[in-house]
């Protein structure tokens, strides 16, 4: 058997032989003496025509089967004579394996990204859908190789645990308890000692505070999994569940920490032009027009960088009236990086040194002992795509902190222990992956970039 994609990139050596090809149909028509239909195989973005004739003994029956049915066709490669695809099969024999029902919902007509959401186990069989979704998975391939070429340590950061490492509660409880029957304390309390963990346990939210402790081993280390934030946000950018890419570098400052960040970027966002062409120029023509001209920029291009501080002074006197009053201490709202990436800069911008009070706890002071050393790339039509900082290695600055923000000590003695037992300097970053999809494919919406999204209130499938 022959893969169709293996067919397009290799036509020379198979036209004139016989290939055999599976799949589902995405178009057929008939007339009295021959028909085309045009077969995706999943192996490729674009589907291959086959062409069949009224000698084949089941010709009546090929003629009328449905969009989606699935078939076996034998049949030699040719060059074809139609416009709009250079090679087709010519059959000498189609199987039909199954007969689709005729009310499959993906005709021949352009669907809305909404309507498509409420099948999410059909729509990747549209043309959008198989773009992003083949992106997807070369992206991630991407990432590996970005970072196993550079020689950092894949780790596999838990799921279930303890710790809520961005300290804003946005955590999905995880427990054994049966919640309709709870045992309670005398104080009413949900009995934790009765669950199977002993203790109050949630989702990941990060698994960057595990991360540390292997970079305090391997020293370059990495982590890429699935992540999940309870909170009830119903934007186009966030979900209940994302996936993360979480470096983290040993005897690395901010300013390392930005140059792998920006070496990422550019590295996955060539791998995946080069290695998809046929699905890049389909979203360049029909999702974002300039899509190309955009990702060329980036990647010839140096990412600006501003401070917190600079970044309020440009906001203070740009002249525009933002939504959010603008005022040192602030968290930037996604108002305000949109103006400094897409008016502003123009371009990916890193915004470093934010006050320490909008950020977590294990970010490196400054000496100013008022902002901390953390960084967020900005991305022109997405807003933040990696948030990340220098890591505290100071262990009384960082109980300081630690109790400035009511944190439980006993909860993160393995965290303390990375200074006790020869702190060093370190630094790393999350990249959310949707958010990176988002900008590579010009894709709008978080929920078409991941095949089944969780947000607040939608878990269909
Ligand atoms: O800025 P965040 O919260 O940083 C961290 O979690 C750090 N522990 C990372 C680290 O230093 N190792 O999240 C990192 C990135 C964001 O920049 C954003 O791209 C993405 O994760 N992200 C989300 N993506 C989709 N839906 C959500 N609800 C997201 N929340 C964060
Ligand atoms: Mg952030």
């Not at 589907?47 to 009546?60: H, R």
């Not at 250079?86 to 007509?109: H, M, R, T």
């Not at 909860?411 to 060093?424: C, V």
């Amino acid at each position: 058997k022959t893969l169709v994609k293996k067919l397009f990139r290799e036509s020379e050596s198979f036209i004139g032989k016989e290939v055999v090809i599976s799949g589902w149909v995405k178009k057929i028509r008939s007339q009295k003496k021959f028909g085309f239909i045009e077969i995706n195989d999943g192996s490729f973005f674009k589907g291959i025509q086959v062409v069949f004739e009224s000698e084949l003994d089941n010709f009546e029956e090929i003629s009328k089967v449905s969009i989606s049915s699935t078939l076996v066709i034998k049949g030699k490669l040719v060059e074809s004579q139609g416009k709009g695809q250079s090679i087709e099969i010519l059959a000498s024999e189609v199987e039909i394996f199954q007969k689709a029902d005729l009310d499959f919902p993906l005709q021949n007509k352009r669907h809305s990204f909404e309507f498509l959401r409420t099948i999410a186990h059909l729509r990747p069989r549209t043309n959008t859908f198989s773009a992003v979704f083949r992106v997807r998975s070369v992206l991630a391939y991407a990432i590996h190789k970005f970072f196993q070429e550079n020689d950092f340590v894949y780790v596999h950061t838990p799921i279930i645990t303890g710790a809520d490492c961005e300290g804003a509660g946005e955590m999905f409880r995880v427990t054994t308890l049966d919640l309709d029957n709870v045992p309670k304390t005398e104080e009413g309390s949900i009995d934790e000692a009765k669950d199977f963990f002993g203790k109050e346990t949630n989702l990941t939210v990060s698994g960057q505070l595990n991360v540390e402790t292997y970079c305090a081993a391997f020293r370059n280390v990495y982590t890429f999994g699935p992540t999940f934030r309870a909170e009830n946000s119903n934007t186009s950018r966030h979900a209940s569940e994302f996936w993360m890419i979480e470096p983290e570098v040993a005897f690395g400052d901010l300013g390392v920490n930005m140059e792998l960040a920006e070496a990422m970027v550019k590295y996955v966002i060539k791998y995946v032009m080069d290695e998809c062409p046929e699905e890049m120029e389909f979203f360049n023509s029909f999702i974002e027009k300039g899509l190309f001209e955009k990702l060329n920029n980036v990647l010839n291009n140096d990412f600006g960088r501003v401070t917190y501080t600079e970044a309020i002074e440009i906001l203070e006197n740009c002249g525009k009236k933002f939504d959010f009053p603008v005022e040192w201490g602030i968290d930037l709202q996604s108002e305000h990086e949109r103006y400094l990436a897409e008016e502003h800069f123009k371009k990916p911008i890193f915004v470093t040194d934010y006050p320490k009070d909008i950020k977590a706890f294990y970010m490196k002071m400054n000496e100013d002992d008022k902002t901390v050393r953390a960084m967020d790339l900005l991305a022109p039509g997405i807003g933040e795509i990696i948030g990340g900082s220098q890591r505290e290695d100071d262990l009384p600055l960082l109980e300081k902190r630690m109790e400035e923000m009511n944190l439980n000590k006993e909860d993160y003695t393995f965290y303390t222990d990375l200074r006790r037992y020869g702190s060093f300097p370190h630094s790393g970053f999350g990249l959310g992956f949707e958010r990176m999809m988002m900008y590579i494919t010009g894709m709008t919406n978080i929920r078409d970039v991941i095949p089944f999204p969780r947000t607040p209130k939608s878990a269909e499938f």
